[in-house]
């Protein structure tokens, strides 16, 4: 049975989940990090933590040794959209959501089944909250942020899918997060650089944005994460729903029912800063509204002093803090009462950690990612790859990634799979850095291929802008209209119809390993033998 914290300090210290790791520049790891959070942890007993940029095998044993640490049990969620391996190395990655939808027939089986691998090997690693799955829906295709991390571009399609991960992440026992409420799909702005704006009516929202976020309610969802983004339509104020108590206490606590714990978006993001705001008048702020957990907070002892302060000389109800702390607590009690209070210190009382990684758990995420693949341009008589003419190289393949600058794990080098597979073939890549004179030369050489195949990475990541730079463009737009190639989107389908002289054109949703591997397979069913 865990004991509940009395005192006012380590109450609102529960209500905090700084950041472990990190993927923005410079990036640390959890193993790195781990030191800071000890000493955060001798001083402030926060509620749990919000981890990146881990590994399969150490972090596991730094988790434990921080629970060994902590006063009171931590609670630990990421972002694993795409599964554990998004934020541990070595991990089993999925592709990205829209994936799922591509599987025709099978989607909410894949996607249920994809959903208990990660919640496994979450839950084997010392993990307990997945911030997955998006409810946005996707009606904005040039959305910088959301794109393919949606599971469609309806409110019926992302309704039926995110009702399926929630369905098969909790029958493991992970507590889900459905974001970005009450919805990020139509915006235009990262939220990560600026604050968004939806400028909907109400009943245009019900009918898009909200429907999602009303089937999570009833699927059971552990946790809504709120958007920084405004809604006028919502709030006549226009303050982002973060910090709305009209959006959060009054439609997703009085007009869904939602009863959860609600969660802040990150707090270091550009759409939840004031400026000139200080950290705790920003905390109390998100309370007042509505937020029970202030995540990947900046100042965690700043806050937590300030907050005490607020309630003792009566600027912040203690009701307040109380009942977002009891809704906090209720998640440890589930967990404790489902895998037993030991779990939180050896994470194998949940699963075993063999699972993290296992060669079935990569076998599904391959197969996902063979299902999804797409003809998106082009008959089935253009789908062949004919044996090399005299004088000619067989087939290249031109990666084009508009971004190498972040810390992305599921990144994975399409290089090696490809010359092992085409022998006969050449791989190039341009990156940010090609220079126009390379550009030229490689369109030179391309002209001795029998067939080109270009990979494009169009998709969404934090604080990088969307889409091709306008030389990768250009460079595209020019062999486009001198060869018959093959575009393949690695991400969002939207990038194929920017290139109108393209004859063949496939989607495959995703830039992760698997879908790597299976692109490559499926140019290899293409090939016909003399």
């Known amino acids: 049975m865990l004991l509940p914290p009395e005192e006012l300090r380590d109450r609102i210290s529960q209500l905090i989940f700084p950041r472990l790791g990190s993927n923005m520049s410079p990036t640390i790891s959890v193993e790195d990090d781990a030191a800071r959070i000890e000493a955060l942890l001798d001083e402030y007993p926060i509620g749990g933590l919000c981890l990146f940029n881990g590994d399969r095998i150490r972090t596991p044993q730094t988790l434990t040794r921080l629970q060994s640490r902590s006063k009171y049990p931590l609670l630990i969620g990421t972002d694993m959209e795409r ?40 839950l084997a690693a010392g993990l307990h909250i997945s911030f997955s799955p998006v409810a946005d829906v996707n009606s904005n295709p040039r959305n910088p942020i959301i794109s393919t991390r949606a599971y469609g571009s309806t409110p019926q399609t992302v309704s039926r899918l995110l009702k399926a991960y929630i369905r098969g992440a909790s029958a493991e026992g992970l507590f889900t997060t459905a974001k970005h ?29 909200l429907a999602p976020f009303k089937t999570a309610v009833s699927a059971g969802v552990s946790l809504m994460m709120t958007a920084h983004v405004s809604y006028p339509g919502l709030d006549k104020t226009g ?24 969660i802040s978006d990150s707090l270091l993001m550009a759409g939840a800063d004031h400026e000139g705001e200080y950290p705790g008048e920003m905390a109390a702020t998100l309370l007042r509204a509505g937020v029970d957990i202030l995540l990947d907070i900046k100042d965690v002892p700043l806050t937590v002093d300030y907050l005490v302060h607020m309630v003792e000389s009566g600027a912040l109800d203690r009701k307040v803090v109380d009942t977002a702390f009891g809704r906090v607590w209720s998640l440890k009690t589930r967990f404790a009462a489902r895998f037993g209070p030991g779990a ?36 089935s008589s253009d789908l062949v790859l004919k044996p090399a003419g005299l004088g000619q190289l067989g087939t290249a393949c031109v990666l084009v990634r508009p971004h190498t600058t972040y810390n992305d794990p599921t990144a994975a080098p399409l290089e090696k799979s490809f010359l092992n597979a085409f022998t006969d073939g050449a791989f190039f890549q341009i990156l940010p850095d090609t220079t126009d004179d390379k550009l030229e030369d490689l369109t030179a050489q391309l002209a001795s291929f029998a067939y080109i195949v270009v990979a494009v990475v169009v998709k969404p990541a934090a604080w990088h802008k969307f889409g091709l730079l306008p030389g990768q463009a ?32 496939i989607c495959a949703y995703s830039d992760v390993e698997p879908t790597m591997l299976a692109l490559v397979k499926f140019l290899k069913s293409l090939e016909v033998t003399a």
């Open 239 to 262: 303050v982002e729903a973060t910090r709305s108590k009209p959006i959060l206490t009054d439609v997703l606590r009085g007009d869904l029912g939602f009863k959860g714990v609600v």
């Open 344 to 379: 939180f210190i050896d994470p194998g009382l949940a699963q075993p950690f063999s699972v993290i990684g296992s060669d079935e758990h990569r076998a599904l995420a391959i197969k996902v990612a063979e299902k999804s693949i797409q003809v998106a341009i082009g008959e």
């Open 474 to 505: 250009a460079f595209v737009r020019e062999i486009s209209e001198k060869f018959p190639i093959i575009l393949v989107a690695l991400g969002s389908p939207i990038v194929l119809a920017d290139f109108e002289k393209v004859k063949v054109g």
């Open 83 to 122: 599964g554990l391996g998004q934020q541990l190395k070595g991990a089993t990655v999925f592709p990205h959501a829209m994936a799922f939808q591509a599987t025709a027939e099978e989607d909410e089986q894949l996607l249920e089944a994809s959903a208990r691998v990660a919640a496994k090997e979450a």
């Open 181 to 209: 409420f009450p919805g990020h799909g139509d915006t235009d702005v990262d939220s990560h650089e600026a604050l968004p704006v939806v400028s909907k009516n109400r009943a245009d929202l019900e009918a898009m944005e």
